[in-house]
């Protein structure tokens, strides 16, 4: 069974930086796109950026510049740096695994982590 756990939210002012994990565990499928997503109070849950299993990358545009993912296939972990915080960064951010069609950007997760918070002040 694929689990999913993140850490490194938390709180930060405008213009800071923060730097996301997502360990994968019960994780066989070599083959898994990653992602990560977000969902601000209120809002509906948004892909902010993926990584295939190339190690190819593709951004929103709300965070291409300022965001970064990476992962670490020794540690079977996933990251996000994020630089240049905004206060329309605040949300829960989530890490995603597979794609339930096939896709190479999981933009329809199999698996899904619990979450982490980002909180951006002005």
């Known amino acids: 069974q694929v689990q999913l756990a993140e850490s490194g939210g938390g709180s930060v002012q405008a213009g800071g930086s923060l730097r996301l994990s997502c360990a994968a565990t019960?994780?066989?499928?070599?083959?898994?796109?990653m992602a990560w997503f977000r969902q601000a109070p209120g809002k509906q849950r948004e892909w902010i950026s993926s990584i295939r299993t190339d190690g190819s990358t593709i951004y929103a545009n709300s965070v291409k510049g300022r965001f970064t993912i990476s992962q670490d296939n020794a540690k079977n972990t996933l990251y996000l740096q994020m630089n240049t915080l905004k206060p329309e960064d605040t949300a829960m951010y989530y890490c995603?695994?597979?794609?339930?069609?096939?896709?190479?950007?999981?933009?329809?997760?199999?698996?899904w982590g619990q979450g982490t918070q980002v909180t951006v002040s002005s």
């Open positions: 995603a695994a597979g794609d339930r069609y096939g896709g190479n950007y999981c933009y329809n997760p199999l698996h």
């Open positions: 019960g994780y066989t499928d070599s083959n898994y796109c």
